[in-house]
């Protein structure tokens, strides 16, 4: 299938670019950015002229930042093209139901990926989650944000999310791996002076059966970021590493490996299957989190972020 890329910064040079140009079912037919482009794929800088004037393209990935992508998303929609969204899949939970809607009003196919769940070991922890009563879950997710997002103003602008971009890969991977939903009833939100957005977050959940479930969110983790899921059930300890790419139970490490490998190989694997079969997929739960926390949390101002 003829693909086009849109947004061509940094998550759409590490990982689509190869992810694409690596399967099988795919074609890099175009690109559209203001200023990037992919050697050999030919380039607009113009996403209507695109639609126009390519209409062998029927799907589109959508790489931008959440703020601008409401309204590129909209757009191929109504152009009838399927169209698979970077995470989060808008800046509102509304855009995205107004989104979903629209999807299948044109019934086209909609992905709202969230690439951490495709980390290896995802799958493996919620199995082994399933049978186990759970009693306490610890979310750290720390890293550099100098050394992750260099220089994008917009993650500390509104809607960029700030921490909670990060955070929201940790909450994805919560929200597969959890046997019985959790809600969040408390946030502590540390907004540097000059941004509009939180640099470091804390955040308390409610668990159906009094399990003690928290998160702790920090953009200014020097060296090696630290993303790990730990928790304690009535059965032993289950530790999910590197953001889901290692699964220690007990001491012991998971070996198990897996045929496809990598995240975005796997989004894009599971975008040709939902183009093929008519699908949406559009799970809203990590973003739900965010916005649960963004209205109850307590905004704390810490000191102001320079780059
Ligand atoms: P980015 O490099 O800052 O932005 C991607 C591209 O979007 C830019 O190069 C720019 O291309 C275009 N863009 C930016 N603002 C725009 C606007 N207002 N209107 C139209 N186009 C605009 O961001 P990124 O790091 O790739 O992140 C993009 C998305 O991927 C985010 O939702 C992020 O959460 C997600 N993501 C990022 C990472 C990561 O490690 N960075 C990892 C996983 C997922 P032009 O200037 O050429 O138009």
């Not at 992508?69 to 995470?87: C, N, P, S, T």
């Not at 490998?261 to 973003?287: F, K």
């Amino acid at each position: 299938m003829e693909i086009a890329l849109i947004g061509i910064g940094k998550i759409a040079i590490d990982q689509h670019v190869p992810a694409i140009q690596n399967s099988p079912d795919w074609n890099l037919s175009a690109t559209v950015s203001r200023h990037g482009t992919v050697a050999g794929v030919p380039a607009f800088h113009d996403f209507a002229q695109m639609l126009e004037e390519r209409p062998d393209i029927r799907v589109v990935s959508l790489c931008l930042p959440p703020v601008p992508r409401f309204d590129y998303a909209a757009a191929a929609i109504r152009a009838g093209r399927h169209v698979m969204l970077e995470k989060p899949p808008g800046a509102t939970l509304s855009e995205c139901h107004a989104l979903k809607a629209m999807a299948q009003a044109h019934r086209v196919s909609l992905y709202a990926t969230w690439h951490s769940r495709q980390a290896d070991k995802v799958l493996a922890a919620k199995a082994w989650l399933a049978e186990k009563a759970l009693q306490k879950l610890t979310i750290n997710w720390r890293e550099d944000v100098r050394q992750w997002h260099p220089g994008q103003d917009w993650v500390f602008e509104a809607g960029g999310l700030g921490v909670f971009d990060p955070g929201i890969n940790a909450l994805s991977i919560l929200t597969e791996i959890l046997p019985e939903p959790v809600h969040l009833t408390g946030a502590q939100l540390h907004f540097p002076a000059n941004r509009e957005a939180p640099i470091a977050a804390e955040c308390s959940f409610h668990h159906p059966r009094g399990a003690e479930v928290s998160m702790n969110l920090d953009w200014l983790e020097p060296g090696a970021p630290t993303w790990t899921i730990q928790a304690e059930t009535d059965q032993g300890i289950m530790i999910l590493e590197n953001g889901g790419d290692k699964l220690t139970i007990d001491g012991e490490i998971d070996e198990s490996v897996s045929d496809l490998t990598g995240e975005y190989p796997r989004l894009y694997a599971q975008m040709a299957s939902l183009v093929q079969r008519g699908g949406i997929d559009m799970d809203l739960s990590p973003m739900r989190h965010v916005a649960d926390a963004f209205t109850l949390g307590k905004r704390i101002t810490v000191e102001p972020f320079e780059w």
